[in-house]
């Protein structure tokens, strides 16, 4: 591994923790292809195992790294505990063992509160910027969904119920909408604005989805779905308008068919709305429905799921890996990784909405095929290159 005494440690850190990110994501990746594909049935344990490889394995740890380069700044013994403990509790649900899980879920949150007073410290104690709050507001949900969802593994081990409502949809939202879409928000505004201060749009936007959040998974804890429903859709309509008002003039006035790195945020931008509608799609269909449960459409759930996953954070994953170790002259193989991933998420998505196995058979594995061999041209240069952290300095 390439390491030269110029590289910031909070560079090598975030590129370490990438490699990590990048090693559990092969878990899901392999599992989503044969399973978009059809081509092997997963049993619940494998299927929880590609659910959390990707959104604690690769989708969390790579959202710590990215906040290691937004903050300029790194806790190296919190990267290298979570690098242990985020891998440790991915196989714990491969194995289907609650005591496993518990164990192993108890440990990452215990990494998962350091984490949080590492980030609140870094914003409180540096410079105060839209970006910065978003992400820290977005691990803050990541925190209090961590919670739940570790509660209810103890509760499975210990064959009792812990957690009081829908602990699933609260912590599904939380960790979701609550938390990606949300720090994802402050990446794509550092990336496309630059913000520095704290504009009050900008704050309204992510107040806005941040109480939203922790609105809902209130609600669906306490009972009052309604209620908690009817609130969540009209902050989250608040922070689309604010978004799409402020982010997507610049966003969208980035070059589509330059190999640039820049695209991606612009690629995300997009389906952050995407996605935030579907959700909000799923949140009006659950509260007005007479029998939530059998009106709900899973398979627009997943497919609002993957928007976000490989749309919005995965989007922004790539463009900073691209700036990180390959700069703006990514060459061809850019267009390979940008339209592969992109495309191939489109029809994956429009299979899912449809409920179409012929459509998604055709966009799972091109899109899984694209991340494959994008990780591997990522993953070979931020292993053996000098990491390119003046790229970070402009949007």
């Not at 005494?5 to 560079?11: D, E, F, G, M, N």
């Not at 978004?243 to 612009?266: E, K, M, N, Q, Y």
């Amino acid at each position: 591994m390439t390491s030269d005494r110029s590289t910031p440690s909070w560079a090598a850190s975030a590129r370490d923790l990438y490699l990590v990110a990048m090693a559990v994501f092969l878990v899901t990746i392999i599992i989503g292809i044969l399973n978009g594909a059809d081509i092997v049935e997963f049993n619940r344990d494998q299927i929880l195992t590609h659910v959390h490889s990707g959104t604690v394995g690769w989708l969390t740890l790579t959202i710590v790294a990215s906040a290691f380069l937004l903050f300029r700044a790194a806790d190296r013994r919190l990267m290298l505990t979570l690098a242990v403990l985020v891998p440790v509790y991915v196989l714990a649900f491969y194995t289907g063992n609650f005591a496993f899980r518990a164990i192993g879920g108890t440990a990452l949150l215990a990494a998962i509160g350091w984490l949080l007073v590492w980030v609140w410290g870094q914003y409180l104690g540096g410079e105060r910027s839209l970006p910065r709050l978003a992400v820290t507001l977005g691990l803050t949900s990541f925190a209090y969904g961590a919670v739940i969802g570790v509660l209810m593994q103890v509760g499975l081990a210990l064959g009792v119920s812990i957690v009081p409502g829908d602990s699933i949809g609260a912590h599904a939202s939380a960790m979701t909408f609550g938390y990606l879409v949300l720090s994802a928000m402050g990446f794509i505004e550092w990336r496309v604005l630059g913000t520095r201060g704290l504009p009050t749009s900008g704050l309204v936007q992510v107040g806005a989805l941040f109480l939203g959040g922790l609105v809902i998974s209130v609600g669906l804890l306490s009972g009052l779905e309604q209620a908690a429903g009817g609130l969540y859709l009209l902050t989250q309509l608040v922070a689309v308008v604010l978004f799409v008002v402020r982010i997507w003039p610049t966003a969208l006035r980035r070059s589509w068919t330059a190999a640039d790195p820049a695209r991606h945020f612009g690629a995300a931008s997009i389906w952050t709305v995407a996605a935030l509608i579907l959700f909000m799609y799923l949140v009006f269909t659950f509260i007005s429905a007479a029998d939530p449960e059998a009106a709900l459409p899973f398979n627009v759930l997943i497919a609002s799921d993957h928007s976000v996953y490989i749309g919005v954070i995965t989007n922004i994953i790539i463009g900073l890996l691209s700036l990180l170790v390959l700069g703006r002259a990514a060459g061809a193989v850019s267009h390979v990784i940008f339209w592969g991933v992109n495309l191939g998420l489109v029809v994956f998505v429009i299979g899912l909405i449809l409920d179409t196995a012929e459509i998604k058979r055709i966009g799972a594995p091109v899109m899984g095929i694209t991340l494959l061999v994008a990780l591997s041209i990522l993953a070979s240069r931020a292993w053996t290159a000098r990491l390119e952290t003046d790229e970070l300095e402009t949007a």
